[in-house]
């Protein structure tokens, strides 16, 4: 090659290598940021499943160039010997950054992952790594403040049953599941007594678990059937606790065959739609504005590992852009009641109202807040038993 050719080669070379690499930093852009979600029931489960799948395309609507894998039915029925850290490996492989887990039983399998992938950033939904000082600097806990949903619930629950009697549908014993059922009974509670003016002796608050947070054949008690026996006994309003809305089943039939009887499911905020006779209302999660508040940190570079608890924006709880906790009265809750809960939000808005404040006794009696004192978050987190006035189990073998 003579000069001429050699020196007219060079020209091209250096001309093309720095439009190649704007090329490459073009495609690199377009690339997206894949965030990967576990999900314990269907992703279209009317539950706790769809809202946090819809938390999810929700960040893909408001964080441009993110794109969601998920893998649903994570759960001992569905996927038998299926480990978080093998599905983890999948998801990593599939070019996920971050990594959601979306229950509270993925808790260990989530943190022994994050261990193996030091690089990935990980969200665990109502965990407390980071608040025992377990969580990896790659591991955040987020969770939202539901406890104010069900005292929601439990408000309209009390201002509607005709028997005095109430039934909460549980999924598995712990703290969370506790917290969450006394904030029903406290709920209940309030406007038994302060509202409609009536002895909390004529009240009964049950709670039967039928020991996970689905229905799993064979495995645990059929939550339908549980919560046809409380109408059959007598409860004419069940709260759900789990997952998933069987509720509404065992409350439409139940009202077909000519009893008045009324429900709150849990977790989906549309759940109503479709049993406007018996339903009162919904508490629901709504995971799209945390999702994407921790997110936007992982990818900016700014991520650090906390404890994000989020509660109700009382301007407006049905928010999707601001409320991580919101409730939608049911069609079945009579206009009195729904003043009365209006009311009763706004005072709990304000801080007018503290249920979580002393004194309060466990179910055996032993003191869980001394008079005066109102619970911090970590006494409700790490709640031991049930509240005394509440009947059911508080201890036992259905935990996770």
């Known amino acids: 090659?003579?000069?001429?050719?050699?020196?007219?080669?060079?020209?091209?070379?250096?001309?093309?290598?720095?439009?190649?690499?704007?090329?490459?930093?073009?495609?690199?852009?377009?690339?997206?940021?894949?965030?990967?979600?576990?999900?314990?029931?269907?992703?279209?489960?009317?539950?706790?499943?769809?809202?946090?799948?819809?938390?999810?395309?929700?960040?893909?609507?408001?964080?441009?160039?993110?794109?969601?894998?998920?893998?649903?039915?994570?759960?001992?029925?569905?996927?038998?010997?299926?480990?978080?850290?093998?599905?983890?490996?999948?998801?990593?492989?599939?070019?996920?950054?971050?990594?959601?887990?979306?229950?509270?039983?993925?808790?260990?399998?989530?943190?022994?992952?994050?261990?193996?992938?030091?690089?990935?950033?990980?969200?665990?939904?109502?965990?407390?790594?980071?608040?025992?000082?377990?969580?990896?600097?790659?591991?955040?806990?987020?969770?939202?403040?539901?406890?104010?949903?069900?005292?929601?619930?439990?408000?309209?629950?009390?201002?509607?049953?005709?028997?005095?009697?109430?039934?909460?549908?549980?999924?598995?014993?712990?703290?969370?599941?506790?917290?969450?059922?006394?904030?029903?009974?406290?709920?209940?509670?309030?406007?038994?007594?302060?509202?409609?003016?009536?002895?909390?002796?004529?009240?009964?608050?049950?709670?039967?678990?039928?020991?996970?947070?689905?229905?799993?054949?064979?495995?645990?008690?059929?939550?339908?059937?549980?919560?046809?026996?409380?109408?059959?006994?007598?409860f004419d309003v069940v709260i759900s606790g789990i997952d998933t809305n069987e509720i509404l089943f065992a409350a439409n039939q139940k009202k077909k065959e000519g009893q008045n009887v009324w429900c709150l499911p849990f977790y989906y905020r549309g759940d109503c739609e479709s049993a406007s006779d018996v339903c009162l209302g919904a508490p629901y999660y709504n995971w799209g504005p945390g999702y994407v508040k921790l997110l936007k940190s992982a990818m900016s570079g700014n991520w650090k590992s906390e404890w994000l608890l989020l509660g109700p924006d009382w301007k407006d709880i049905s928010n999707p852009d601001t409320s991580t906790v919101g409730f939608v009265a049911g069609p079945a809750l009579s206009p009195f009641s729904k003043n009365a809960l209006d009311t009763f939000i706004k005072d709990l808005g304000s801080g007018k109202l503290d249920l979580f404040k002393g004194p309060l006794n466990y179910q055996d009696g032993s003191p869980f807040i001394k008079a005066g004192e109102s619970a911090t978050v970590e006494q409700m987190w790490y709640m031991e038993q049930l509240l005394e006035g509440m009947s059911g189990q508080s201890k036992g073998n259905k935990t996770d």
């Not at 720095?18 to 489960?45: E, R």
């Not at 506790?178 to 406290?186: G, M, N, Q, V």
């Not at 996970?212 to 409380?230: C, G, H, R, S």
């Open 1 to 234: 090659m003579d000069k001429k050719t050699l020196w007219a080669s060079t020209i091209i070379l250096l001309y093309f290598i720095p439009l190649s690499i704007a090329l490459g930093t073009a495609f690199a852009a377009d690339k997206p940021y894949i965030f990967g979600l576990l999900l314990v029931g269907p992703h279209n489960d009317h539950g706790r499943s769809q809202m946090h799948f819809e938390g999810g395309k929700y960040v893909e609507e408001k964080l441009p160039g993110t794109k969601m894998i998920y893998i649903d039915k994570v759960n001992p029925a569905d996927r038998p010997g299926m480990t978080i850290p093998l599905l983890v490996d999948d998801m990593v492989q599939k070019g996920a950054k971050v990594i959601i887990a979306s229950t509270n039983n993925m808790k260990d399998g989530v943190r022994e992952a994050a261990l193996l992938h030091p690089e990935i950033k990980f969200i665990h939904i109502s965990g407390d790594d980071v608040l025992t000082g377990k969580a990896p600097d790659n591991l955040s806990n987020l969770m939202g403040r539901m406890e104010y949903g069900k005292m929601m619930a439990g408000f309209a629950a009390a201002m509607t049953t005709k028997t005095g009697k109430v039934g909460y549908l549980g999924p598995l014993i712990n703290g969370e599941t506790r917290r969450l059922a006394a904030s029903s009974y406290l709920g209940a509670k309030y406007a038994w007594e302060k509202v409609l003016k009536k002895d909390i002796k004529e009240l009964k608050f049950q709670v039967m678990w039928i020991g996970w947070w689905i229905n799993l054949p064979n495995q645990t008690e059929d939550p339908t059937k549980v919560a046809q026996n409380f109408f059959n006994t007598g």
